[in-house]
């Protein structure tokens, strides 16, 4: 892996940033994005009626990813990084790394998985108010403010790659394809996880449905191996079951060698 740029408050910086980017990046606002990932991501920690929200994508992952892998895996969007310190739990020998191109999130997935100590938020505005994330550091998981556009890896170094609600959101996914091609080793995977959701309509024209975003996948060395269209998310909005429906579809991609 490439060395950080720059490092702050022990947030490694492996991409620039512009205070313009800065300031139009939604994620990183802390009160509605960074919030909304804590309040989501681990809710079921702290209300016993629900279970982790992406089981469903665990399992797709472990369909098609051994558990017994030695390489390196690494999530792009990787948000405040639970799907990560899930993962660790069955990929014990395989190196974690979780990069996300927002400042706040990546600062926030280091309070909550490398420090001790209890994580106390208040969302009495979703109804909940001690919320309490308990976690013990895990310092296996290696995490990074990066660019999907801009890996920092040299050429063929990476095993996996996985990117859960990302590609919709980004300004030009094949950048991110080409990325994708440069740092897979032959014969990597990456499983690719999104709901198609544009928010551009020239997005929509290029990509949707979902055979075009293939055909796009394929053009760029890679071969889509399965597909699953009914990957279902609930996120919870608030404590009163209020929630968004997200229909994603799973995609396990294996570079061409
Ligand atoms: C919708 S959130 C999903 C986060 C997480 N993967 C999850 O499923 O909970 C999208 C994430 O992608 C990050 N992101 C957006 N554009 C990015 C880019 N160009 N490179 C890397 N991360 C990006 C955002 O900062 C945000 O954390």
Redesign the pocket.
């Known amino acids: 892996m490439n060395k950080p740029l720059s490092y702050q408050s022990s947030v490694p910086i492996y991409c620039t940033k512009t205070q313009k980017e800065f300031s139009v990046?939604p994620?990183e606002r802390y009160f509605d994005r960074v919030r909304r990932?804590v309040f989501s991501?681990y809710y079921d920690l702290n209300d016993l009626r629900t279970h982790y929200i992406y089981e469903p994508i665990i399992q797709y992952i472990k369909q098609h990813i051994s558990t017994s892998t030695t390489g390196t895996i690494c999530?792009?969007?990787?948000?405040t990084g639970r799907?990560l310190r899930e993962l660790s739990l069955s990929y014990k020998e395989a190196d974690l790394i979780g990069?996300?191109?927002?400042y706040q999130?990546i600062k926030m997935a280091q309070q909550i998985h490398h420090h001790s100590g209890i994580l106390e938020l208040d969302f009495s505005d979703r109804g909940s108010k001690n919320y309490i994330i308990d976690y013990h550091p895990n310092q296996h998981i290696h995490f990074g403010m990066?660019?999907?556009?801009e890996l920092p890896f040299e050429s063929e170094y990476l095993e996996t790659i996985i990117s859960?609600?990302?590609w919709d959101?980004?300004d030009d996914p094949t950048q991110f394809l080409n990325e994708v091609v440069r740092v897979l080793r032959p014969n990597g995977k990456m499983i690719l996880i999104t709901p198609e959701n544009y928010q551009k309509a020239h997005h929509w024209q290029q990509f949707y449905p979902t055979r075009k975003m293939i055909q796009i996948i394929e053009s760029h060395k890679l071969k889509v191996i399965h597909l699953n269209e009914k990957i279902n998310i609930t996120e919870p909005l608030d404590n009163s079951k209020n929630a968004i429906m997200w229909d994603c579809v799973g995609l396990a991609i294996k570079k061409i060698s």
């Open positions: 990046d994620y990932q991501q999530e792009v969007g990787c948000a799907l990069l996300d191109y927002s999130m990066a660019k999907a556009e859960v609600m990302l959101r980004l």
